[in-house]
């Protein structure tokens, strides 16, 4: 795949340029360095302005260089300021290089042939494509191999456009979850957006109908919406149960916080009477959830985890609640991500 996080881009462009295969290396050298998620961004952006500097794969290009270099610095920090990235930036922005304005042609390994054009900032890019080329607009502040991946992305969104119907693959099983109170299944939708669909405590994620970019579709991509779907479906539960049982138990507290924390699940401020509760506890059965709501209410009145709490404990939720809070079943299996 053009975009993929497990794929080191800077070691197999350096495996390439050992070959000698500069075309294929700066290839992948600009796919490195516009994936800002990956560990290697830096160094692919240091060694596209080395190879527009010494004109390995493309025309000798200084100032385009000097745009690279740049980047890798904003991004590396001092620590490649103070190296030879720093050094190559200085030298030439001392030289007052101007920017080619001519149109540009770029063959890419992966693409094929890329037609450039240089545009003011105030104009939009653009992407044109025929089946024999890709012809980009491109910013003037940016180098203007950044903006091939504007180019990518139309290339993919062709084969979306191209797809057989029916579900990616990265739709399957291993997406559903069934807990108490939340069920997640995956299906795909009808708009180019992200969205849901409930039913009690049914829920639905549903996709892109079809995706604007592969990255949209990335399995990480669905974990992340899954993962606020379920949030959303924990802040609207454990607001409600935990007004039910403060109701029933006369247990009071003034705000409640729904919060995102895999090892502190929840607290009580007894100054504010502010409860908090991590929604990954939508995860636990049904009498785990509330034993930790009455644990927490139990605080409004007792501090520590001495007998008097416990004997409070068991007083306010009764004998279930507290062997189920006694057992350390919340201890002993800590919430998961989705």
């Given at each position: 795949?053009i975009f993929?996080?497990?794929?080191?881009?800077?070691?197999?462009?350096?495996?390439?340029?050992?070959?000698?295969?500069?075309?294929?290396?700066?290839?992948?050298l600009r796919?490195?360095?516009?994936?800002?998620?990956?560990?290697?961004?830096?160094?692919?952006?240091?060694?596209?302005?080395?190879?527009?500097?010494?004109?390995?794969?493309?025309?000798?290009?200084?100032?385009?260089a000097?745009?690279?270099?740049?980047?890798?610095?904003k991004r590396?920090?001092?620590?490649?300021?103070?190296?030879?990235?720093?050094?190559r930036?200085r030298?030439?922005?001392?030289?007052?290089?101007?920017p080619?304005?001519e149109?540009?042609?770029?063959?890419?390994?992966?693409?094929?042939?890329?037609?450039?054009?240089?545009?003011?900032?105030?104009?939009?890019?653009?992407?044109?494509?025929?089946?024999?080329?890709?012809?980009?607009?491109?910013?003037?502040?940016?180098?203007?191999?950044f903006?091939v991946?504007?180019?990518?992305?139309?290339?993919?969104k062709?084969?979306?456009?191209?797809q057989a119907?029916?579900l990616?693959?990265?739709?399957?099983?291993?997406?559903?979850?069934?807990?108490?109170?939340?069920?997640?299944?995956?299906?795909?939708?009808?708009?180019?957006?992200?969205?849901?669909?409930?039913?009690?405590?049914?829920?639905?994620?549903?996709?892109?109908?079809?995706?604007?970019?592969?990255?949209?579709?990335t399995?990480?991509?669905?974990?992340?919406h899954?993962?606020?779907?379920?949030?959303?479906?924990a802040?609207?539960?454990?607001?409600?149960?935990?007004?039910?049982?403060?109701?029933?138990?006369?247990?009071?507290?003034?705000?409640?916080?729904?919060?995102?924390?895999?090892?502190?699940?929840?607290?009580?401020?007894?100054?504010?009477?502010?409860?908090?509760?991590?929604?990954?506890?939508?995860?636990?059965?049904?009498?785990?959830?509330?034993?930790?709501?009455y644990?927490?209410?139990?605080?409004?009145?007792?501090?520590?985890?001495?007998?008097?709490?416990?004997?409070?404990?068991?007083?306010?939720?009764?004998?279930?609640?507290?062997?189920a809070?006694?057992?350390?079943?919340?201890?002993?299996?800590?919430?998961?991500?989705?």
């Amino acid at each position: 795949m053009i975009f993929d996080r497990d794929v080191d881009f800077f070691e197999l462009a350096h495996a390439a340029h050992k070959r000698q295969e500069y075309d294929k290396a700066i290839a992948l050298l600009r796919r490195g360095a516009v994936m800002w998620y990956s560990s290697r961004y830096t160094s692919c952006a240091a060694w596209l302005g080395h190879y527009h500097e010494q004109g390995y794969g493309v025309r000798r290009d200084p100032y385009t260089a000097m745009q690279w270099f740049e980047i890798a610095i904003k991004r590396g920090g001092k620590r490649v300021e103070e190296g030879w990235v720093g050094e190559r930036y200085r030298a030439l922005k001392a030289q007052n290089l101007a920017p080619r304005l001519e149109p540009i042609e770029l063959y890419d390994s992966y693409i094929g042939l890329i037609k450039l054009t240089r545009v003011p900032r105030r104009e939009r890019d653009e992407v044109r494509f025929t089946d024999s080329e890709v012809r980009v607009k491109y910013y003037d502040n940016w180098p203007y191999d950044f903006s091939v991946v504007l180019a990518w992305q139309v290339v993919l969104k062709r084969a979306e456009e191209r797809q057989a119907d029916g579900l990616p693959e990265v739709i399957d099983e291993s997406f559903r979850r069934d807990y108490d109170h939340f069920h997640l299944r995956i299906a795909r939708g009808t708009t180019s957006a992200y969205g849901h669909r409930c039913e009690g405590d049914s829920y639905t994620l549903l996709l892109p109908a079809r995706a604007n970019c592969h990255e949209q579709l990335t399995r990480e991509a669905i974990i992340r919406h899954a993962m606020r779907l379920m949030r959303k479906a924990a802040e609207s539960y454990l607001a409600r149960r935990s007004a039910e049982i403060s109701k029933s138990s006369g247990l009071n507290y003034k705000s409640l916080k729904i919060g995102s924390g895999m090892h502190t699940i929840g607290y009580f401020i007894r100054a504010f009477k502010l409860m908090y509760l991590s929604w990954h506890v939508m995860k636990f059965p049904h009498i785990y959830i509330d034993s930790l709501i009455y644990h927490e209410l139990c605080h409004s009145l007792v501090s520590g985890h001495n007998s008097d709490f416990y004997n409070t404990l068991r007083r306010y939720g009764g004998e279930e609640i507290y062997i189920a809070d006694k057992n350390f079943w919340l201890k002993n299996n800590p919430p998961k991500t989705i």
